[in-house]
Nanobody, 123 residues
């Protein structure tokens, strides 16, 4: 079992930045690929970014490329999502997830999920 806990969400003006953190406890964190997803009201949960094992670079959904950066610190069992140049359309609940499969855009590839952290971007 892996338990995930997100933090770092909040209210920010458009153009601002936030850094989300996701701390994992339980089984070996470094065995898992990590992903960030988000879900806005009335919309399906969508993939945002993913990172493989230590040393791999992150991959991103097109709308966040160049603005968001995913990283991980295996010594701290933590994955981060640095979000810059935020837009109102980035407003959503953000979830981190852990999985072992390579199809990282697919929700079903992830075995463990956090409870989410709210990000609200005002105009």
């Amino acid at each position: 079992q892996v338990q995930l806990a997100e933090s770092g969400g909040g209210l920010v003006q458009a153009g601002g930045s936030l850094r989300l953190s996701c701390v994992a406890s339980g089984r070996a964190f470094n065995y898992y690929r990590m992903g960030w997803f988000r879900q806005a009201p009335g919309r399906e949960r969508e993939w945002v970014a993913a990172i493989g094992w230590s040393g791999e670079i992150g991959t991103y959904e097109d709308s966040v490329k160049g603005r968001f950066t995913i990283s991980r610190d295996d010594a701290k069992n933590t994955v981060y999502l640095q979000m810059n140049s935020l837009k109102p359309e980035d407003s959503a609940v953000y979830y981190c997830a852990a999985g072992r499969l390579s199809s990282f855009r697919n929700l079903n590839s992830y075995d463990y999920w956090g409870q989410g952290t709210q990000v609200t971007v005002s105009t």
